[in-house]
């Protein structure tokens, strides 16, 4: 066989491997959580905010622009609202990790207490969240003892990001809910 004609196998043979890879480690959706009628996909989707809409590609929306910052993260957004009395010492959404500043409450100055928020997921879920908080004890302005401390405090601040959490993006998913409008669903098929 010729250089060319082998040169050309081989790049077919490339570009086909290419263009097959991505399909093969794509996780299956469980049937049982969708319709088997392909025009009641569509409308649960669509109405879940899932779809899209042509009217709003072509610019026939009256809003003015649809901006997804860290404000779409409900667990961002819940983790900000919960520690929000505290200053931050260091904040990095793509990095997935909150650091507040030492604070204390006032009542006792030689006391103070600093959390650290690492988002592991973006689902609102138990394990989505590694949350650790530290408590420093000062005798003098040089003396002092940082310790980390498991307990009570990491499992409520948990529970309070995640039930405002769920709330936000409950919120979401009604403001994202749009009614289809097209063709009638014929359920007798």
Do not use: H
């Amino acid at each position: 066989m010729s250089f060319f004609f082998k040169s050309r196998i081989t790049a077919i043979l490339f570009i086909s491997l290419i263009t097959m890879y991505p399909c093969t480690g794509m996780p299956g959706a469980d049937a049982r959580k969708y319709p088997p009628n392909p025009k009641e996909r569509v409308k649960k989707n669509l109405e879940e905010g899932r779809g899209f809409r042509l009217d709003n590609a072509f610019g026939n929306s009256a809003k003015g622009g649809d901006f997804m910052f860290a404000s779409a993260n409900e667990l961002w957004r819940a983790s900000l609202d919960t520690i929000d009395f505290m200053p931050l010492s260091s904040v990095n959404y793509s990095g997935g990790i909150i650091i507040t500043d030492w604070y204390s409450d006032g009542n006792d100055l030689n006391e103070s207490v600093k959390i650290s928020i690492r988002f592991l997921t973006n689902e609102v879920r138990s394990d989505a969240l590694d949350i650790k908080v530290f408590y420093k004890k000062c005798n003098q302005v040089s003396n002092c003892k940082i310790e980390k401390k498991t307990g009570s405090l990491v499992a409520e601040l948990k529970k309070e990001i995640l039930s405002k959490a769920a709330i936000y993006k409950k919120q979401k998913k009604d403001k994202n809910f749009k009614e289809y409008k097209g063709s009638a669903v014929d359920t007798t098929k």
